[in-house]
């Protein structure tokens, strides 16, 4: 029952955190198109943001490792 | 000469290596699974150094007793007659009394220590040649030097200094650099043989971060805090709900700080030992041959996750000195602008 959360679960949480960087990057290649001078800038702030929904998916990976391996 | 060298060099690690390995197979038949992934993340009482164990000392304080037993390997505190081993590698006391405080050392405490003393030789190096006069009289000599200041120089202008309001920011560059260089080295070594990823330890980014979390108050600007305790700009009612959620998330930062650099560390080990597994997945299940030709596939993949946890190892250390840099400059920050734009807004 444990391993069966965790596969739904990591299948969710890959789900959300793909969802979320997939629309950083599509934001961030669209300003770098329109303005490739400020690419600099805008590479900096993608990567800040995607590292904050990595964190909260990272979060919930964890969850799913303890229901695999200590459950 | 080098050739010879070379030789010997691979002769002495090959034999170094297929003892442990065959010593390893006997182990590996005992237990029900193929592969152990947990064990190889978890932290260990011995040191691998080419498949042998180095152990390491054991010290630990025992209830009513304010002197620690200590102790040069966990085989010498069972041997001592005052400890037994549990199954599961733990110690207890055999004297009747819990033992309250275990500090010994491991081996994640160890490749920490490693990871401090190399960026400490590196700083106190560089330290010594820029007071010479090389780099700041004369061009910085070396590729040494020249690696240093790039990474110098990256920390203080594009983190520190765009993050960091322009007359606080030099104080906190010694940190963020020192926090960068070790959790990259740090990550880095995991990808060593026999090597153990520190960060992969939820207790070494918890240290980290907390460092972070005290930097951050203690620098925190009279803004900071009103904003913590009375929010400015809402109507008094709203802050009976304000002031938890701001207090709450003065941890919440640091929280997410030191699970985010665990759980990319501890992933990406995961992800190595489970894909380089399937190897002996398969020949368990299979037979040895399924094994062997699975590994034609197996190994590729295996390098090239190798590459790209290179690459985040250095990514992660970046995003961890760049989230305590935001974080110190948010809390610093005297909002000086703030009024002028209220004034403009009204």
Redesign the interface.
Known sequence: MGLLAAGIGAGIVAIGAGFGIGMIGKAAVESIARQPEASADIR?AM??TA??I???A??A??VC?LLV?FA | MSRILRRIAVTALFFLTINPVLAAADASEESENPIDVIGKVQDHHYLDVAGYHLYLPRILFVEGSAIPYVYGSTESAVTSGNFEELPDHSLVSTMGNDIVLDMSITSHLMYFWFGIILTLWITIAMARKYKKGTGRETEPSGWFQNLFEITFVFIRDDIARTNISENKYKKFVPYLFAVFVSITFMNLFGLLPWGVTATADITVTGILAAFTFFITQWNGSKDHWEHVFWFPGVPGWLRIILTPIEILGLFTKPFALAVRLFANMLSGKIMIICILGLIFIFAEYFNPAFGLGSSVLVVPLTVALYVLKAFVGVLQAYIFTLLSAVFIGMASDEHQHEEGQIEAHA
Request: no cysteine; glycine share 14%.
């Open positions: 900096g990567i800040l590292a904050l990595e964190g909260v990272l979060i990976a964890i490792i391996f």
